[in-house]
């Protein structure tokens, strides 16, 4: 197993490009998530989804932020247009979708804007 | 609202000297926790839970982790530190009631010395 996949692994962008992210989930995981981690907040979770469904998304801090699962083996996350503070780790976690198990996160992905 | 709190930013130990991260939880339900850690660069690794039974827990690396439901704590132990356990570690918590959803602390920084 490869365990969640992130990619790019770093990404350096000019304020107002759009940015895409993206995770592969480990195959039979109902549960995926996108996390944000920085010094100042410590590790945020932006977005989860279910069985395909986002099921909240409260923690996504402002309409220019979206993501996507369109299948169950495909997520992104999307900043347009982006801003110096969104640089940050972008982390994808995914999880069996039960209580009883912990989250397989990736190796996020570093982003910089600039 | 499920909460997680981690007093410590900070905790410093010499090697060979036991270990212990504290971590408190609020839940309105019955309590699943976590403990991960984060290496330099690296996305969170599992490293045990609580769900129901023996309250003390054992995870990877020797770590194990003991739950006290009257005093609501999960503190993380190690008998014995290593250098190589210096990482910053997290507890989370996950109630019944927001099955997949977990709440995460805000991290101690572990530093073991040689």
């Known amino acids: 197993d490869a365990g969640v996949i992130q990619s790019p692994r770093h990404e350096v962008t000019e304020m107002g490009q759009e940015v895409t992210l993206r995770c592969k989930p480990i195959s039979g995981h109902n549960s995926l998530f996108w996390y944000r981690q920085t010094m100042m907040r410590g590790l945020e979770l932006l977005i989860y989804?279910?069985?395909?469904?986002?099921?909240?998304d409260s923690g996504m801090p402002e309409d220019r932020f979206s993501a996507k699962m369109p299948n169950a083996s495909f997520s992104t996350l999307k900043i347009q247009p982006s801003e110096p503070r969104d640089s940050a780790v972008y982390f994808c976690a995914s999880s069996p979708g039960t209580e009883n198990y912990g989250y397989t996160f990736g190796s996020g992905t570093r982003l910089t804007v600039v | 609202a499920q909460s997680v709190a981690q007093p410590e930013d900070q905790v410093n130990v010499a090697e060979g000297n036991p270990l212990t991260v504290k971590c408190t939880y609020s839940?309105?339900?019955?309590?699943?926790l976590f403990w991960y850690v984060q290496y330099p660069n690296r996305g969170l690794q599992f490293l045990l839970k609580y769900i129901t039974g023996d309250n003390l827990v054992k995870g990877s690396y020797g770590f194990e982790a003991e739950f006290n439901k009257s005093q609501t704590s999960f503190h993380l132990k190690k008998p014995s530190a290593l250098v190589s356990d210096s990482a910053l570690y997290f507890c989370a918590v996950r109630d019944g009631t927001n099955a997949g959803k977990s709440t995460f602390g805000d991290g101690t920084t572990l530093t073991v010395k040689p």
């Open positions: 839940v309105s339900g019955n309590p699943y």
């Open positions: 989804f279910n069985n395909n469904v986002p099921i909240d």
